[in-house]
């Protein structure tokens, strides 16, 4: 999947348009291509009762995963690794019915949220 990024560049008018089809035929539009994609984080079976699979769209290398209750306590924490649409395995047994917030902080220091029902 590619995502496209425009650049529009109207400096040859003095209200800027809102719409390209409004825009004047003087007006220079960029586009770049091959900037990175959208990274989804995905949990599967969701609810579960055993294990989850987390997997992520574009392969990411994660530094910790972990898993809070709702009012933000920690239960559990894994280490991450490089992790890609076939996903890992974490482990949910123990833990009581409920929902739990599950957030893997990537190497680079972003944070993907997610839930497990």
Do not use: C
């Not at 348009?17 to 989804?40: C, F, G, M, W």
């Not at 009762?49 to 574009?58: A, D, I, M, P």
């Not at 649409?85 to 993907?112: C, D, F, H, M, R």
């Amino acid at each position: 999947m590619e995502v496209f990024h425009i650049e529009i560049n109207d400096t040859n008018t003095a209200t800027k348009a809102t719409l390209i089809q409004y825009l004047p035929a003087s007006t220079n539009v960029t586009v770049l291509r091959n900037e990175k994609p959208v990274d989804i984080m995905k949990l599967s079976p969701n609810p579960a009762t055993s294990n989850v699979t987390l997997s992520f769209t574009v392969t990411t290398e994660v530094e910790v995963i972990e898993v809070s209750d709702l009012t933000g306590r920690l239960v559990s924490r894994f280490k991450g690794g490089k992790i890609d649409k076939e996903g890992i395995q974490i482990s949910v047994k123990g833990l009581p019915i409920g929902v739990y917030n599950v957030k893997a902080t990537s190497t680079t220091g972003e944070t993907l949220p997610s839930k497990i029902d």
